[in-house]
């Protein structure tokens, strides 16, 4: 299961330091550990103990979450921060004041007062945690376009791939390596259908990790047996995305033509390159299955990375 968006509750420990603290772990990929707990308490300050010493301070409590993490007051709104660094961290509530024993209130006249605070009950509260991820370029189209098949050619990542639609349930990233010197981080995403925007399919729930995204791959299928016209699905995507968010309607898009192996793919490859030339939109025709213009992707994508 992969969960992005959560709310968990923190609570600073009791009477002496103790703070809960957020930090950014690239080794994970979503929120899931924090389905399964949702509260979070960092160690109470312990008792002074005789011989005017101190109670020792509360140990604090780092709690893991992915890069990309935006951290939230779930009540407020307020932003507490955003963990886009190896090892970045977020002060999620602080411990309680410590108490103060008779010997802090003590005077020249009296020595041995009756005073003593006690220690405070920790800070507590919801935070709202959600996930956006951090990737270089995102891969949208409908379903079954082949968008996972390409993913795992270009990069290490190992999506599932399956002749029927909705096969991606969840992101994955995998990095792309240019040349000697250039990568790029590359998000595969589930299939995306006409009200995507509005909640239909899958598309929707994570339309929001394309928000980060540099430049967006929009892969049409060049295979008539869907049945669909491919410039009818770029306009239906795209349509999504303002729905979704005007800004990501702008984001730069390469349009990739994918299953340009298939024989009966010739006419509708025809009528995209005709669109896209008319259009001025890079296009790239290509076959995630045999490989046939991948490098030309790779070196336009990596192109695209630098002007946007
Ligand atoms: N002939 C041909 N088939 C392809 C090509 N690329 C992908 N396919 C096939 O198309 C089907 C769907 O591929 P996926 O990579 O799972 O498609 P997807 O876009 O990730 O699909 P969802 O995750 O459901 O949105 C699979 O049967 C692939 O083998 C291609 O270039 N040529
Ligand atoms: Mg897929």
């Known amino acids: 299961m992969f969960v992005d968006e959560i709310d968990i509750f923190v609570k600073g420990g009791d009477g002496g330091a103790g703070c809960v603290w957020l930090e950014a772990d690239p080794a994970l990929t979503t929120l899931l550990d924090y389905h399964y707990k949702r509260h979070y308490h960092a160690e109470r ?18 709690l893991r979450v992915p890069l990309g993490t935006l951290v939230a007051d779930r009540d407020t709104g307020e932003r507490l921060g955003d963990l886009t660094a190896s090892g970045q961290r977020v002060l999620a509530i602080r411990g309680a004041r410590g108490g103060r024993g008779n010997a802090r209130f003590a005077t020249s006249t009296n020595r041995a007062p009756r005073r003593a605070d006690l220690g405070r009950p920790g800070p507590e509260r919801w ?13 949208i189209g409908f379903p079954n376009a082949g968008k996972s098949t390409l993913v795992s050619r270009l990069s290490a990542a190992k999506p599932r791939i399956a002749d029927y639609p909705f096969t991606t349930l969840e992101p994955t990233l995998g990095i792309v390596r240019v040349d000697a010197e250039r990568t790029f981080v590359i998000a595969d995403l589930p299939g995306l259908i006409p009200g995507a925007a509005l909640g239909k399919g899958l598309g929707h729930q994570f339309l929001r990790h394309t928000e980060r995204t540099r430049l967006l791959l929009h892969m049409l299928d060049l ?16 349509r999504e995305l303002a729905a979704y968010s005007p800004e990501l309607a702008r984001r730069p898009q390469v349009v990739v033509a994918n299953k340009s192996d298939l024989p009966e793919a010739a006419p509708r490859r025809d009528k995209v390159e005709q669109y896209c030339a ?11 299955a045999t490989g046939a213009g991948l490098v030309d992707l790779v070196r336009g994508i990596a192109t695209a990375l630098e002007k946007a």
């Open 127 to 139: 935070l709202h945690l959600e996930l956006k991820l951090l990737a270089d370029v995102g891969v």
């Open 45 to 62: 300050g312990q008792h002074g103990e005789g011989g005017n010493r101190h109670g020792r301070s509360g140990g604090d409590l780092l």
């Open 223 to 238: 295979d008539p047996g869907t049945g669909r016209d491919p410039i009818d699905d770029l306009h239906v995507i795209n």
């Open 278 to 288: 008319a259009n001025d939109l890079p296009l790239f025709v290509i076959s995630a």
